[in-house]
């Protein structure tokens, strides 16, 4: 298993930490929401768990892109795919969006 797959939400769900997800991607799942904060302290927590004693490298680019992509990708189609709009509610310049979008492959036709 990869340090990747260790934040992946398949492993969470796999894990008994479906609800981590359902919550926080999902709004009218069954149990209470989870904060974010708590959600990512608990994936850390797990994570340093099953490292076991390896060690990690790179880990703020890791979770940053595990993050950072689903936003972006959950705000683009709350803007119907409306870039500028998109960039506005994000608090980003709509030029550092697309290179965002580009990165993870979020804009049609570029891959990661």
């Known amino acids: 298993m990869t340090e990747r797959d260790l934040l992946s939400s398949d492993t969470r769900a796999s894990e008994g930490y479906s609800h981590l997800t359902g919550t926080l991607a999902d709004p009218a799942a069954s149990s209470p929401p989870q904060p974010l904060r708590e959600a990512v302290e608990t994936a850390m927590r797990r994570y340093f768990e099953h490292l076991d004693g ?5 880990l703020y680019a890791m979770v940053m892109a595990e993050v950072e992509a689903p936003l972006l990708a959950c705000v683009l189609e709350h803007t119907d795919g409306n870039q500028t709009r998109a960039a506005d509610v994000l608090g980003l310049n709509r030029g550092t969006l697309r290179k965002k979008l580009k990165q993870y492959g979020l804009i049609e036709g570029d891959a990661p």
């Open 54 to 58: 390896s060690q990690a490298s790179d």
